[in-house]
């Protein structure tokens, strides 16, 4: 069975902090893929990475950077000088065959 | 291109009702998935359809299910709606519903109100 952990339910945070989003992962499977996903308050789920399982490399993408560790089944996300715009609920999610797992979220309030 | 398009937005059902949502893919796109998404949680997988065929099915009672049509879109049936069906109900569609390179594409959900 599949299983993603997001220890942090919410994080409160002023503009321009640096952020980290945790998520830990379980799976049997030798082949997967990891997910992050934003979803504001209008509720579709925008996805942000993708990450296989072969690839440890860390990524940045703008203001975004991904950590991919598959010593720890950890996948943890930052946010280098948040933004207000930043406010939403980050979900981490992995995939092995078919079925996506989602944590349960974290939300993250960004306050000017 | 279109994305992934739900129908309603927005629905209130009283206990014991039938509900059916619908959603269509992205044009190109032949799997659809369902997911429930509980206030406060992650989304959880219901179901999964690829060619008209039901490809994979999360742990939900037979009160919920769902079918795919010839032009891929697909609807989700519930029965005797409980209380505790409230949710927001995602599709996400993707071209052939396997491997992780296979993308999947959120739509903007169904929200369901059960009173």
């Known amino acids: 069975a599949q299983k993603v952990t997001q220890a942090q339910t919410e994080i409160s945070v002023v503009e321009k902090e640096d952020v980290t989003l945790d998520c830990v992962y379980e799976?049997?499977?030798?082949?997967?893929?990891l997910f992050w996903y934003k979803q504001p308050p209008s509720g579709e789920l925008v996805f942000l990475i993708r990450r296989n399982s072969f690839d440890e490399q860390n990524e940045i993408s703008g203001r975004y950077s991904w950590n991919f560790q598959k010593s720890t089944s950890s996948f943890n996300f930052t946010i280098t000088a948040s933004q207000v715009v930043d406010s939403a609920v980050y979900f981490c999610?992995?995939?092995?065959?078919?079925?996506?797992?989602f944590g349960k979220g974290t939300m993250l309030l960004v306050s000017p | 291109d279109a994305g992934v398009t739900q129908s309603p937005t927005h629905l209130i059902k009283t206990r014991g009702q039938h509900v059916t949502l619908r959603c269509s893919p992205i044009s190109g796109h032949k799997s659809v998935s369902w997911y429930q998404q509980v206030l406060g949680q992650g989304p959880q997988f219901i179901f999964q359809?690829?060619?008209?065929?039901?490809?994979g099915r999360g742990n939900f009672p037979d009160r919920f299910s769902a079918r795919q049509f010839p032009n891929y879109s697909s609807e989700l049936n519930v029965n005797a709606l409980l209380l505790g069906d409230s949710a927001l109900y995602l599709c996400?569609?993707?071209?052939?519903?396997?491997?992780?390179?296979?993308?999947?594409?959120f739509g903007p959900g169904t929200r369901l109100t059960v009173t």
């Open positions: 359809y690829y060619e008209k065929e039901e490809r």
């Open positions: 999610a992995l995939r092995g065959y078919s079925t996506l797992t």
């Open positions: 799976t049997r499977d030798t082949t997967y893929y």
């Open positions: 996400a569609s993707s071209q052939v519903g396997t491997g992780g390179n296979d993308e999947q594409y």
